[in-house]
């Protein structure tokens, strides 16, 4: 089992920087492919990037491209999710999700087993 703990979450004006992190316990994160998702109030769960377990690829949802990057850590056990340029419509609980090697290609929530407990961004304008 994995258990899966986000920090860095917070309140930013629009503009603002925040960097998400992701610390894993409990088994490694190498073997695993790695995400995070946002999820607005009244709305579906999101994948906003993703990476393979050696860190050498990476996907990122439109509307963040450019704005966001993902990268992990394999020796630290960590994936981390660093927001730029934030929006207000960036606002949303964020979550750390992890799955095996064939999630990368399906952004589907309910193709990840390993989930975190979410930590709270809110961009002001």
């Known amino acids: 089992q994995i258990q899966l703990v986000e920090s860095g979450g917070g309140l930013v004006q629009a503009g603002g920087s925040l960097r998400l992190s992701c610390a894993a316990s409990?088994?490694?994160?190498?073997?695993?492919?790695m995400a995070w998702f946002r999820q607005e109030t009244g709305k579906a769960r999101q994948r906003v990037a993703v990476?393979?377990?050696?860190?050498?690829?990476?996907y990122l949802t439109d509307s963040v491209k450019g704005r966001f990057t993902i990268s992990r850590d394999n020796a630290k056990n960590t994936v981390s999710l660093q927001m730029n340029s934030l929006k207000p419509e960036d606002t949303a609980v964020y979550y750390c999700?992890?799955?095996?090697?064939?999630?990368?290609?399906?952004?589907?929530?309910?193709?990840?087993?390993?989930w975190g407990q979410g930590t709270q961004v809110t961009v002001s304008s």
């Open positions: 990476v393979t377990r050696s860190g050498s690829i990476t």
């Open positions: 409990g088994r490694t994160v190498s073997s695993l492919v």
């Open positions: 999700a992890a799955g095996p090697d064939w999630v990368v290609a399906d952004p589907r929530p309910t193709t990840y087993p390993y």
